[in-house]
């Protein structure tokens, strides 16, 4: 059985900066693509970042310059550095990871607001 631990959410002021991490356990292997999506409170789930074995990367535009992904092949881990964080960014952030299958964590909330 696969799991994903997501952690790193929580309350950050206009301007902060949050760092989620996203754990892949179980019987997962050769994984290819790890991502971070997110949906906000009335709007369709959308693609954050997402990172390919070789490293390749892929942003949505409205994080481009701001947030950063990264992952550690070893623990099956995937990392999202946000910085500069504004009021839109709120939403529920979801770790996925793909192998032969598509995996999704449970979410982690995300709140931008002074």
């Known amino acids: 059985q696969v799991q994903l631990v997501e952690s790193g959410g929580g309350l950050v002021q206009p301007g902060g900066s949050l760092r989620l991490s996203c754990v892949a356990s179980?019987?997962?292997?050769?994984?290819?693509?790890m991502g971070w999506y997110r949906q906000a409170p009335g709007k369709q789930r959308e693609l954050v970042a997402d990172?390919?074995?070789?490293?390749?990367?892929n942003y949505a535009d409205s994080v481009k310059g701001r947030f950063t992904i990264s992952r550690d092949n070893a623990k099956n881990t995937v990392f999202l550095q946000m910085n500069s964080l504004k009021p839109e960014d709120t939403a529920v952030y979801y770790c996925r990871v793909t192998s032969a299958y598509d995996y999704w964590g449970q979410g982690t909330q995300v709140t931008v607001s002074s």
């Open positions: 179980g019987s997962i292997f050769s994984i290819h693509r």
């Open positions: 990172i390919f074995i070789g490293g390749r990367t």
